[in-house]
């Protein structure tokens, strides 16, 4: 099973600034995903990032406001762009990889953003 | 669009008896998968039981069981002999592929176990 590192783990930022979060898998995979959890509620798809490819975007996301990157098999970056408080959530980043004999998510420990 | 409910914001359980969190889910698709995670506190999610829709028996993990009613498109979790440890969100998340991807999650259902 995957094992992922995502950093950093919380940030407070000043509106109008951007932060790179960075997620980090022990393991190849081929489709990484990002999620947000706002506050109280579950978690929406942002979108999905393929190695060597532009990010497919989830309705209501666009990559001037969350860009993405996918450099290689282990590894991607989301930065949220000028941030404003709306923005204050936390973000997950999540692989497919295959468990105990079935295919799975696997989620980092999330990045919990706070924009004052 | 497939859409998950969760009608239980928080549920609360006396330690060592059984809970049952609620989920509702509505899709036009005849094949997918159904899981429930668990996040606690340390933001961890943490993948709890699935069910694939094609199978009709029911899933269980150890303390953990679904109750799978396909037409009626619900999909319970039912914790028994419920430990402190169990105390966390409870996500329930549907997905049309097999994997993980694109999942589609509830609101979540906040347990509380009391000692």
């Known amino acids: 099973s995957a094992v992922i590192s995502q950093k950093p783990s919380r940030d407070i930022c000043q509106r109008g600034t951007s932060l790179t979060i960075q997620c980090q898998v022990d393991?190849?995979?081929?489709?990484m995903f990002w999620y947000r959890q706002q506050p109280g509620q579950s978690l929406t798809l942002i979108a999905t990032?393929?190695?060597?490819?532009?990010?497919?975007?989830e309705s209501g996301f666009v990559i001037d406001k969350f860009p993405i990157s996918r450099p290689n098999l282990t590894f991607s970056t989301l930065t949220v762009s000028n941030m404003s408080p709306e923005d204050s959530s936390i973000y997950l980043c999540?692989?497919?990889?295959?468990?105990?004999?079935?295919?799975?998510?696997?989620f980092g420990q999330g990045t919990r953003l706070t924009v004052v | 669009a497939q859409t998950v409910t969760q009608s239980q914001p928080e549920m609360s359980v006396q330690e060592a008896e059984t809970v049952t969190l609620s989920c509702t889910y509505d899709?036009?698709?005849?094949?997918?998968?159904l899981f429930w995670y668990k996040q606690p506190p340390s933001r961890q999610m943490i993948l709890v039981i699935r069910?694939?829709?094609?199978?009709?028996q029911n899933a269980t993990e150890n303390r953990f069981s679904v109750n799978f009613q396909k037409a009626a498109k619900s999909f319970s979790l039912k914790i028994s002999d419920s430990q402190l440890g169990d105390a966390a969100m409870y996500f329930c998340?549907?997905?049309?592929?097999?994997?993980?991807?694109?999942?589609?999650f509830g609101k979540g259902t906040k347990l509380t176990v009391n000692p």
């Open positions: 899709t036009s698709e005849s094949d997918y998968y």
């Open positions: 990032a393929n190695q060597g490819s532009e990010a497919t975007y």
């Open positions: 998340a549907y997905s049309s592929q097999g994997g993980s991807e694109k999942l589609v």
């Open positions: 393991s190849q995979v081929t489709m």
């Open positions: 999540s692989v497919e990889d295959t468990g105990q004999g079935d295919t799975e998510a696997f």
């Open positions: 069910q694939e829709a094609y199978k009709q």
